[in-house]
Protein backbone atom coordinates (compact mmCIF):
# COMPACT_ATOMS: atom_id res chain seq x y z
CA UNK A 1 0.00 0.00 0.00
CA UNK A 2 1.44 3.07 -0.63
CA UNK A 3 1.41 6.89 1.00
CA UNK A 4 -1.39 8.06 -0.81
CA UNK A 5 -3.71 4.72 -0.42
CA UNK A 6 -2.75 4.81 3.01
CA UNK A 7 -3.96 8.76 3.15
CA UNK A 8 -7.35 7.86 1.48
CA UNK A 9 -8.22 4.82 4.44
CA UNK A 10 -6.91 7.54 6.82
CA UNK A 11 -9.23 9.59 5.61
CA UNK A 12 -12.83 7.50 4.89
CA UNK A 13 -11.89 5.50 8.54
CA UNK A 14 -10.84 7.91 11.44
CA UNK A 15 -9.93 5.14 13.62
CA UNK A 16 -7.48 4.46 11.83
CA UNK A 17 -5.15 7.17 12.87
CA UNK A 18 -5.88 5.81 16.90
CA UNK A 19 -4.38 2.53 15.51
CA UNK A 20 -1.52 4.14 13.90
CA UNK A 21 -1.06 5.97 17.09
CA UNK A 22 -1.65 2.27 18.86
CA UNK A 23 -4.02 3.68 21.40
CA UNK A 24 -6.50 0.90 22.89
CA UNK A 25 -9.24 1.46 20.40
CA UNK A 26 -13.16 -0.43 19.67
CA UNK A 27 -14.17 -1.01 16.61
CA UNK A 28 -17.35 -1.65 15.66
CA UNK A 29 -18.22 -3.73 12.70
CA UNK A 30 -20.97 -2.28 10.67
CA UNK A 31 -21.23 -5.30 8.57
CA UNK A 32 -22.69 -7.56 11.63
CA UNK A 33 -25.88 -8.83 11.21
CA UNK A 34 -29.02 -11.30 11.41
CA UNK A 35 -26.64 -14.40 12.89
CA UNK A 36 -29.10 -17.35 10.90
CA UNK A 37 -27.55 -15.67 7.70
CA UNK A 38 -24.39 -14.78 8.43
CA UNK A 39 -24.06 -18.67 9.40
CA UNK A 40 -25.91 -19.62 5.87
CA UNK A 41 -23.49 -17.40 4.30
CA UNK A 42 -20.72 -19.32 5.67
CA UNK A 43 -21.09 -21.80 3.73
CA UNK A 44 -20.44 -24.07 6.99
CA UNK A 45 -22.96 -25.49 8.85
CA UNK A 46 -24.16 -26.84 12.34
CA UNK A 47 -24.01 -30.63 10.45
CA UNK A 48 -20.02 -30.05 9.93
CA UNK A 49 -19.55 -28.89 13.11
CA UNK A 50 -21.24 -32.16 14.61
CA UNK A 51 -19.36 -34.32 12.74
CA UNK A 52 -16.00 -32.54 14.26
CA UNK A 53 -17.56 -33.01 17.63
CA UNK A 54 -18.44 -36.74 17.11
CA UNK A 55 -14.61 -37.70 15.65
CA UNK A 56 -13.65 -35.85 19.05
CA UNK A 57 -15.85 -38.28 21.03
CA UNK A 58 -14.70 -41.30 18.87
CA UNK A 59 -11.22 -40.65 19.42
CA UNK A 60 -11.97 -40.00 23.51
CA UNK A 61 -11.18 -43.46 24.14
CA UNK A 62 -7.44 -43.60 22.41
CA UNK A 63 -6.87 -39.63 24.45
CA UNK A 64 -7.89 -41.57 27.49
CA UNK A 65 -5.10 -43.69 26.84
CA UNK A 66 -2.21 -42.15 26.43
CA UNK A 67 -3.18 -38.56 27.88
CA UNK A 68 -4.22 -40.33 31.14
CA UNK A 69 -4.34 -36.78 32.37
CA UNK A 70 -7.74 -36.62 30.43
CA UNK A 71 -8.69 -39.45 32.08
CA UNK A 72 -10.95 -37.03 34.89
CA UNK A 73 -12.88 -36.12 31.88
CA UNK A 74 -13.00 -38.97 29.77
CA UNK A 75 -10.38 -38.25 27.12
CA UNK A 76 -13.12 -35.17 26.37
CA UNK A 77 -10.41 -32.17 25.84
CA UNK A 78 -12.16 -29.35 27.56
CA UNK A 79 -11.69 -26.57 30.04
CA UNK A 80 -13.65 -25.35 32.88
CA UNK A 81 -15.26 -22.11 33.04
CA UNK A 82 -15.30 -19.97 36.58
CA UNK A 83 -16.65 -17.28 37.97
CA UNK A 84 -14.12 -14.80 38.75
CA UNK A 85 -15.16 -11.95 41.39
CA UNK A 86 -11.92 -10.94 42.90
CA UNK A 87 -10.32 -10.06 39.69
CA UNK A 88 -14.08 -8.55 38.47
CA UNK A 89 -13.79 -6.24 41.72
CA UNK A 90 -10.01 -5.43 40.82
CA UNK A 91 -10.68 -4.79 37.20
CA UNK A 92 -13.85 -1.98 37.80
CA UNK A 93 -11.52 -0.15 40.58
CA UNK A 94 -8.87 -0.09 37.84
CA UNK A 95 -10.57 0.98 35.66
CA UNK A 96 -12.89 3.08 37.67
CA UNK A 97 -15.96 1.58 36.07
CA UNK A 98 -18.79 -0.58 37.37
CA UNK A 99 -19.16 -4.53 36.02
CA UNK A 100 -22.23 -5.62 36.69
CA UNK A 101 -22.94 -8.26 35.05
CA UNK A 102 -21.18 -11.54 35.49
CA UNK A 103 -17.61 -11.95 34.72
CA UNK A 104 -16.16 -15.52 33.92
CA UNK A 105 -13.46 -16.90 32.57
CA UNK A 106 -12.72 -19.88 30.20
CA UNK A 107 -9.61 -21.29 31.21
CA UNK A 108 -8.47 -22.85 28.05
CA UNK A 109 -4.90 -22.21 29.78
CA UNK A 110 -5.92 -25.11 31.43
CA UNK A 111 -6.88 -27.52 27.93
CA UNK A 112 -4.70 -30.64 28.84
CA UNK A 113 -2.02 -32.38 26.51
CA UNK A 114 -1.02 -28.42 25.34
CA UNK A 115 -2.42 -25.46 27.82
CA UNK A 116 -3.86 -23.42 25.22
CA UNK A 117 -6.93 -22.89 22.84
CA UNK A 118 -4.53 -24.24 20.32
CA UNK A 119 -5.61 -27.95 21.99
CA UNK A 120 -8.68 -27.65 20.30
CA UNK A 121 -8.26 -27.17 16.42
CA UNK A 122 -4.15 -28.71 16.03
CA UNK A 123 -5.41 -31.60 18.39
CA UNK A 124 -8.41 -32.37 16.04
CA UNK A 125 -6.78 -31.88 12.65
CA UNK A 126 -4.01 -34.12 13.51
CA UNK A 127 -6.87 -36.60 14.54
CA UNK A 128 -8.94 -36.46 11.87
CA UNK A 129 -5.92 -36.58 9.34
CA UNK A 130 -4.93 -39.90 11.31
CA UNK A 131 -8.38 -41.07 11.16
CA UNK A 132 -8.39 -40.60 7.43
CA UNK A 133 -5.17 -42.81 6.89
CA UNK A 134 -6.51 -45.45 9.13
CA UNK A 135 -9.57 -45.73 7.37
CA UNK A 136 -8.05 -45.92 3.88
CA UNK A 137 -5.69 -48.78 4.63
CA UNK A 138 -8.99 -50.73 6.70
CA UNK A 139 -6.92 -50.55 10.15
CA UNK A 140 -10.06 -48.87 11.96
CA UNK A 141 -13.92 -49.00 11.49
CA UNK A 142 -15.80 -46.03 12.48
CA UNK A 143 -17.71 -47.91 15.21
CA UNK A 144 -15.25 -49.66 16.44
CA UNK A 145 -12.92 -48.27 19.66
CA UNK A 146 -10.55 -45.76 18.48
CA UNK A 147 -8.34 -46.96 21.65
CA UNK A 148 -6.51 -49.08 18.98
CA UNK A 149 -4.96 -46.15 17.24
CA UNK A 150 -2.23 -46.87 20.34
CA UNK A 151 -1.17 -50.21 18.48
CA UNK A 152 1.81 -50.92 16.77
CA UNK A 153 0.32 -51.06 13.20
CA UNK A 154 -1.27 -47.62 13.22
CA UNK A 155 2.31 -46.58 14.56
CA UNK A 156 3.80 -47.93 11.99
CA UNK A 157 1.20 -46.82 9.22
CA UNK A 158 1.99 -42.96 10.58
CA UNK A 159 5.81 -43.28 11.07
CA UNK A 160 5.77 -43.33 6.94
CA UNK A 161 3.45 -40.21 6.92
CA UNK A 162 5.10 -36.85 7.83
CA UNK A 163 2.96 -33.43 9.50
CA UNK A 164 4.68 -30.39 9.43
CA UNK A 165 3.23 -26.87 10.80
CA UNK A 166 4.56 -23.31 10.36
CA UNK A 167 4.02 -21.74 14.30
CA UNK A 168 5.10 -19.10 16.79
CA UNK A 169 4.74 -21.65 19.31
CA UNK A 170 1.49 -22.68 20.55
CA UNK A 171 -0.04 -24.64 17.31
CA UNK A 172 3.31 -25.91 17.11
CA UNK A 173 3.19 -26.95 20.82
CA UNK A 174 -0.74 -28.91 19.87
CA UNK A 175 0.38 -30.10 16.37
CA UNK A 176 3.76 -31.57 17.53
CA UNK A 177 2.75 -32.99 20.68
CA UNK A 178 -0.45 -34.71 19.25
CA UNK A 179 1.76 -36.00 15.96
CA UNK A 180 4.61 -37.27 17.63
CA UNK A 181 2.09 -39.21 20.11
CA UNK A 182 0.64 -40.99 17.04
CA UNK A 183 3.80 -41.78 15.76
CA UNK A 184 3.91 -39.38 12.89
CA UNK A 185 7.31 -37.93 11.42
CA UNK A 186 6.46 -34.45 12.47
CA UNK A 187 8.30 -30.75 11.83
CA UNK A 188 7.62 -27.81 13.41
CA UNK A 189 8.96 -24.57 11.61
CA UNK A 190 9.48 -22.09 13.64
CA UNK A 191 9.63 -17.70 13.97
CA UNK A 192 13.27 -16.37 15.35
CA UNK A 193 11.15 -14.99 18.25
CA UNK A 194 10.05 -18.68 19.31
CA UNK A 195 10.19 -18.99 22.99
CA UNK A 196 13.52 -21.23 23.34
CA UNK A 197 11.51 -23.54 26.10
CA UNK A 198 8.81 -24.63 23.53
CA UNK A 199 11.67 -25.54 21.04
CA UNK A 200 13.38 -27.34 23.77
CA UNK A 201 9.96 -29.33 24.51
CA UNK A 202 8.86 -30.30 21.46
CA UNK A 203 12.44 -31.73 20.60
CA UNK A 204 11.98 -34.05 23.52
CA UNK A 205 9.27 -35.04 22.55
CA UNK A 206 10.60 -36.16 19.28
CA UNK A 207 9.58 -33.46 16.87
CA UNK A 208 11.92 -31.92 14.22
CA UNK A 209 12.14 -27.72 14.89
CA UNK A 210 13.06 -26.07 11.98
CA UNK A 211 14.46 -22.48 12.85
CA UNK A 212 13.87 -19.09 10.13
CA UNK A 213 15.27 -15.69 11.11
CA UNK A 214 12.38 -14.10 9.52
CA UNK A 215 9.00 -14.11 11.16
CA UNK A 216 5.99 -15.99 11.28
CA UNK A 217 4.70 -16.25 8.03
CA UNK A 218 8.34 -16.66 6.47
CA UNK A 219 8.01 -20.12 8.35
CA UNK A 220 5.05 -20.30 7.72
CA UNK A 221 5.64 -20.22 3.75
CA UNK A 222 9.03 -22.56 3.79
CA UNK A 223 7.00 -25.03 5.47
CA UNK A 224 4.23 -25.27 2.72
CA UNK A 225 6.84 -25.20 0.01
CA UNK A 226 8.41 -28.33 1.58
CA UNK A 227 5.31 -29.87 2.51
CA UNK A 228 3.61 -29.59 -0.95
CA UNK A 229 6.63 -31.24 -2.54
CA UNK A 230 6.19 -34.21 -0.82
CA UNK A 231 2.94 -36.23 -1.65
CA UNK A 232 3.00 -38.02 2.03
CA UNK A 233 3.38 -34.63 3.35
CA UNK A 234 0.57 -32.86 5.47
CA UNK A 235 0.68 -29.10 6.37
CA UNK A 236 -1.42 -27.70 8.74
CA UNK A 237 -2.25 -24.22 6.88
CA UNK A 238 -3.13 -22.06 10.25
CA UNK A 239 -4.55 -19.46 7.55
CA UNK A 240 -6.96 -21.59 5.47
CA UNK A 241 -7.67 -24.82 7.51
CA UNK A 242 -11.52 -25.56 7.45
CA UNK A 243 -10.39 -28.65 9.92
CA UNK A 244 -8.67 -26.15 12.42
CA UNK A 245 -11.53 -24.00 12.30
CA UNK A 246 -14.15 -26.49 12.97
CA UNK A 247 -12.25 -28.00 15.58
CA UNK A 248 -12.20 -24.63 17.57
CA UNK A 249 -16.12 -24.31 16.58
CA UNK A 250 -16.49 -27.91 18.83
CA UNK A 251 -16.01 -25.33 21.71
CA UNK A 252 -19.75 -23.94 21.04
CA UNK A 253 -22.14 -26.70 22.20
CA UNK A 254 -19.59 -27.24 24.89
CA UNK A 255 -20.16 -23.68 26.70
CA UNK A 256 -23.66 -23.95 26.06
CA UNK A 257 -23.94 -26.85 28.14
CA UNK A 258 -21.55 -25.76 30.66
CA UNK A 259 -23.33 -22.32 31.29
CA UNK A 260 -26.65 -24.74 31.43
CA UNK A 261 -24.67 -26.40 33.83
CA UNK A 262 -24.14 -24.02 35.85
CA UNK A 263 -27.44 -21.87 35.43
CA UNK A 264 -26.69 -19.17 33.48
CA UNK A 265 -29.42 -17.63 31.06
CA UNK A 266 -28.73 -16.68 27.44
CA UNK A 267 -31.33 -15.17 25.95
CA UNK A 268 -32.52 -11.71 24.55
CA UNK A 269 -32.99 -10.21 28.27
CA UNK A 270 -29.26 -12.23 29.29
CA UNK A 271 -27.30 -11.46 26.42
CA UNK A 272 -23.59 -13.27 26.24
CA UNK A 273 -20.44 -10.86 25.53
CA UNK A 274 -17.39 -13.07 24.46
CA UNK A 275 -13.67 -11.83 24.32
CA UNK A 276 -11.50 -13.93 22.61
CA UNK A 277 -7.43 -13.06 21.88
CA UNK A 278 -7.18 -12.89 17.85
CA UNK A 279 -3.87 -13.73 16.27
CA UNK A 280 -4.54 -15.21 12.57
CA UNK A 281 -7.76 -15.89 13.57
CA UNK A 282 -8.95 -19.62 13.54
CA UNK A 283 -9.17 -19.79 16.82
CA UNK A 284 -11.43 -17.05 18.38
CA UNK A 285 -13.41 -17.59 14.72
CA UNK A 286 -14.24 -20.97 14.67
CA UNK A 287 -14.93 -20.59 18.52
CA UNK A 288 -17.46 -17.41 17.59
CA UNK A 289 -18.93 -19.67 14.76
CA UNK A 290 -19.42 -22.11 17.25
CA UNK A 291 -20.95 -19.93 19.89
CA UNK A 292 -23.13 -18.50 17.16
CA UNK A 293 -24.32 -21.52 16.17
CA UNK A 294 -25.87 -22.35 20.14
CA UNK A 295 -26.78 -18.64 20.52
CA UNK A 296 -27.66 -17.22 17.53
CA UNK A 297 -28.12 -12.91 18.31
CA UNK A 298 -27.60 -13.59 21.99
CA UNK A 299 -24.21 -13.69 21.94
CA UNK A 300 -21.54 -10.75 21.04
CA UNK A 301 -18.34 -12.27 20.05
CA UNK A 302 -15.16 -9.46 20.34
CA UNK A 303 -11.76 -10.05 19.12
CA UNK A 304 -8.77 -9.36 20.76
CA UNK A 305 -5.44 -8.12 19.66
CA UNK A 306 -1.86 -6.16 20.60
CA UNK A 307 -2.16 -2.58 19.62
CA UNK A 308 0.98 -3.48 18.22
CA UNK A 309 -0.37 -6.30 15.55
CA UNK A 310 -4.06 -4.86 15.39
CA UNK A 311 -4.45 -7.50 11.97
CA UNK A 312 -8.01 -8.35 12.00
CA UNK A 313 -8.83 -5.42 13.13
CA UNK A 314 -7.45 -3.58 10.17
CA UNK A 315 -7.91 -6.26 8.28
CA UNK A 316 -12.13 -6.22 8.30
CA UNK A 317 -12.31 -2.22 8.79
CA UNK A 318 -10.81 -2.25 5.66
CA UNK A 319 -12.18 -4.94 3.66
CA UNK A 320 -9.02 -6.21 2.39
CA UNK A 321 -8.12 -9.06 5.03
CA UNK A 322 -4.88 -10.61 3.59
CA UNK A 323 -4.74 -8.16 1.23
CA UNK A 324 -3.42 -5.64 3.97
CA UNK A 325 -0.98 -5.84 7.36
CA UNK A 326 0.26 -3.76 10.08
CA UNK A 327 3.54 -2.83 8.53
CA UNK A 328 1.05 -1.21 5.64
CA UNK A 329 -0.26 1.09 8.68
CA UNK A 330 3.41 1.59 9.70
CA UNK A 331 2.95 -0.74 12.96
CA UNK A 332 5.99 -2.91 13.96
CA UNK A 333 4.12 -6.15 15.05
CA UNK A 334 6.13 -6.22 17.74
CA UNK A 335 4.39 -7.90 20.97
CA UNK A 336 4.96 -10.31 23.74
CA UNK A 337 1.24 -11.59 23.83
CA UNK A 338 2.78 -15.26 21.56
CA UNK A 339 0.27 -16.24 19.28
CA UNK A 340 -0.89 -12.67 18.65
CA UNK A 341 1.95 -11.28 16.96
CA UNK A 342 0.38 -12.10 13.67
CA UNK A 343 1.13 -8.92 10.71
CA UNK A 344 -1.44 -10.57 8.11
CA UNK A 345 -4.87 -11.86 9.28
CA UNK A 346 -6.71 -14.98 7.70
CA UNK A 347 -9.15 -14.10 5.10
CA UNK A 348 -10.89 -17.49 5.14
CA UNK A 349 -11.76 -16.20 8.77
CA UNK A 350 -12.00 -12.92 8.34
CA UNK A 351 -14.76 -12.94 5.82
CA UNK A 352 -16.76 -15.62 7.20
CA UNK A 353 -16.71 -13.18 10.54
CA UNK A 354 -17.79 -10.50 8.56
CA UNK A 355 -21.66 -10.95 9.05
CA UNK A 356 -21.20 -12.56 12.44
CA UNK A 357 -18.48 -10.43 14.69
CA UNK A 358 -19.50 -7.56 17.29
CA UNK A 359 -16.41 -5.80 16.67
CA UNK A 360 -12.79 -6.22 17.19
CA UNK A 361 -10.59 -3.85 19.98
CA UNK A 362 -6.98 -3.68 20.79
CA UNK A 363 -4.73 -3.50 23.95
CA UNK A 364 -1.31 -2.33 24.95
CA UNK A 365 1.02 -5.05 26.08
CA UNK A 366 1.13 -3.11 28.98
CA UNK A 367 -2.27 -3.92 30.33
CA UNK A 368 -1.87 -7.26 29.51
CA UNK A 369 1.18 -7.30 31.92
CA UNK A 370 -0.63 -5.57 34.39
CA UNK A 371 -3.91 -7.79 34.18
CA UNK A 372 -1.64 -10.94 34.66
CA UNK A 373 -0.32 -9.87 37.74
CA UNK A 374 -3.65 -8.71 38.34
CA UNK A 375 -5.52 -12.25 37.74
CA UNK A 376 -2.73 -13.98 39.93
CA UNK A 377 -2.86 -11.78 42.86
CA UNK A 378 -6.75 -11.92 43.04
CA UNK A 379 -7.94 -15.20 41.63
CA UNK A 380 -4.37 -17.38 42.02
CA UNK A 381 -4.74 -18.20 38.18
CA UNK A 382 -1.39 -17.91 36.23
CA UNK A 383 -1.98 -16.98 32.31
CA UNK A 384 0.44 -16.30 29.90
CA UNK A 385 0.27 -12.54 28.31
CA UNK A 386 -1.92 -13.50 25.15
CA UNK A 387 -4.37 -14.82 27.64
CA UNK A 388 -5.02 -11.22 29.09
CA UNK A 389 -6.06 -9.47 25.68
CA UNK A 390 -9.79 -10.62 26.62
CA UNK A 391 -9.89 -9.12 30.08
CA UNK A 392 -10.83 -5.17 29.08
CA UNK A 393 -13.63 -6.72 27.29
CA UNK A 394 -16.06 -5.92 29.73
CA UNK A 395 -14.80 -2.29 30.05
CA UNK A 396 -14.23 -1.69 26.28
CA UNK A 397 -18.10 -2.74 25.59
CA UNK A 398 -19.48 -0.75 28.79
CA UNK A 399 -17.65 2.38 27.83
CA UNK A 400 -18.79 1.89 24.10
CA UNK A 401 -22.73 1.34 25.56
CA UNK A 402 -22.84 -1.77 23.50
CA UNK A 403 -26.88 -3.45 24.25
CA UNK A 404 -26.84 -4.01 27.32
CA UNK A 405 -23.13 -4.61 28.45
CA UNK A 406 -23.57 -2.16 31.43
CA UNK A 407 -26.63 -4.74 32.60
CA UNK A 408 -26.66 -7.26 35.82
CA UNK A 409 -28.47 -9.22 33.50
CA UNK A 410 -25.26 -9.68 30.85
CA UNK A 411 -22.45 -12.21 31.39
CA UNK A 412 -18.76 -11.01 29.82
CA UNK A 413 -17.33 -14.49 29.47
CA UNK A 414 -13.00 -13.63 29.07
CA UNK A 415 -11.29 -16.43 26.92
CA UNK A 416 -7.99 -17.12 28.62
CA UNK A 417 -6.33 -18.83 25.54
CA UNK A 418 -3.12 -20.29 27.61
CA UNK A 419 -0.82 -20.70 30.23
CA UNK A 420 -0.03 -24.02 31.82
CA UNK A 421 2.84 -24.73 29.57
CA UNK A 422 4.96 -21.53 30.53
CA UNK A 423 7.91 -22.49 32.83
CA UNK A 424 7.93 -20.99 36.13
CA UNK A 425 10.45 -19.49 35.93
CA UNK A 426 9.26 -16.97 32.80
CA UNK A 427 5.94 -16.89 34.36
CA UNK A 428 7.75 -15.32 37.35
CA UNK A 429 9.47 -12.75 34.57
CA UNK A 430 5.92 -11.88 33.13
CA UNK A 431 4.69 -11.44 36.42
CA UNK A 432 6.95 -9.10 37.63
CA UNK A 433 6.53 -7.34 34.60
CA UNK A 434 2.95 -6.52 35.68
CA UNK A 435 4.35 -5.48 39.37
CA UNK A 436 6.49 -2.78 37.88
CA UNK A 437 3.91 -1.23 35.74
CA UNK A 438 0.96 -1.25 38.67
CA UNK A 439 0.78 1.75 40.26
CA UNK A 440 1.78 3.86 37.47
C1 LIG B 1 -2.90 -18.92 18.81
C2 LIG B 1 -3.31 -18.21 20.00
C3 LIG B 1 -4.34 -17.28 19.98
C4 LIG B 1 -5.08 -16.86 18.74
O1 LIG B 1 -5.47 -17.85 17.84
P1 LIG B 1 -5.40 -17.59 16.29
O2 LIG B 1 -6.00 -18.79 15.69
O3 LIG B 1 -3.96 -17.43 15.90
O4 LIG B 1 -6.14 -16.33 16.01
C5 LIG B 1 -4.65 -16.65 21.18
N1 LIG B 1 -4.02 -16.93 22.32
C6 LIG B 1 -3.03 -17.84 22.38
C7 LIG B 1 -2.37 -18.11 23.69
C8 LIG B 1 -2.64 -18.51 21.22
O5 LIG B 1 -1.66 -19.40 21.29
Same mark, same amino acid.
Given at each position: ?21 ? %? ?27 ? =? +?? %? ?26 ? !? ?106 ? +? ?111 ? =? ?80 ? !? ?21 ? !? ?31
Amino acid at each position: MNQSEKAKWIEKMPLLQEIIDK %REILWQNPSNGDSASGIAQSGITAADVKD =A +SD %RLKRFASYIEKVFPETIAANGIIESPII !SIPKMKQALAAKYNSDIPGELLLKQDNALPISGSIKARGGIYEVLKHAETLALEHGLIKLDEDYAKFAEPEFRNLFAKHKIAVGSTGNLGLSIGIMSAKLGFNVTVHM +SADAKLWKKELLREKGVTVVEYADDYSKAVEEGRRQAEADPLCHFVDDENSLDLFLGYAVAGERVASQLKEQGIMVNKEHPLYVYLPCGVGGGPGGVAFGLKLQFGDNVHCFF =AEPTHSPCMTIGMMTGLHDKVSVADFGLDNQTAADGLAVGTPSAFVGKKMEPLLEGCYTIADETMFELLTMIADTEEIRLEP !SALAGMTGPIQTIRHDMPQADSS !SATHLVWATGGSMVPENEMNIYYGIGKGNNGK
